[in-house]
């Protein structure tokens, strides 16, 4: 039987591994070290218009314009003023269309765990009408619980369109050169 239970659970050994570990409010929140491509100080962000609320705009890296979005206001928290720990940490999220680069704003950084499969319990039931696809699970660390995110899932495929299409924008000084 015992291996009967085992097999239905296949994203358990998925879910184990190193996570980035970040600060919302008083909460922490971890995402796979694997979908992290920079951790950045905050910088100047074009606000672009007609976005949602939790996007804050675009910024250049490198040459390559890529959406930046706050995670305090996409999960719904107070906004706070930014301090010197405000950062922005670039993730590489995987859509229909393929990989696209993503910043997100967080509170601060705090360290690199590695997560064992035997610390992370499944998310607790919220009830139907309260689903959360982009909590991977909940991982247990030294008395505290981490929020371990599914980048991937934490915008919804709709929301994910509209950005992709942000980075469409041409910087000023190309836009200038192709008329």
Request: charged content about 25%; glycine content about 8%.
């Amino acid at each position: 039987m015992a291996s009967a239970a085992l097999s239905e659970e296949p994203p358990v050994t998925q879910r184990q591994g190193k996570y980035l570990v970040f600060q919302l409010a008083r909460e922490e929140f971890g995402v796979q070290v694997l979908k992290v491509r920079e951790i950045m100080g905050l910088q100047e962000i074009t606000s672009v218009p007609q976005t949602p609320g939790f996007v804050k705009g675009v910024i250049n890296l490198r040459g390559k314009v890529i959406p930046v979005v706050d995670l305090r206001r996409k999960f719904g928290l107070e906004d706070v003023e930014y301090t010197q720990r405000t950062c922005i940490i670039v993730v590489q999220v995987n859509q229909s269309a393929g990989p696209m680069l993503m910043g997100a704003v967080v509170d601060g950084v705090s360290e690199v765990l590695n997560i064992q499969e035997s610390e992370i319990e499944d998310t607790p039931d919220f009830g139907a009408e309260m689903t959360l696809p982009y909590i991977m699970g909940m991982a247990k660390i030294k008395g505290k619980v981490k929020i371990l995110l599914d980048i991937d899932r934490v915008l919804t495929s709709q929301e994910v369109t509209s950005l992709a299409m942000l980075p469409e924008l041409q910087p000023a000084e190309e836009q200038h050169q192709a008329q």
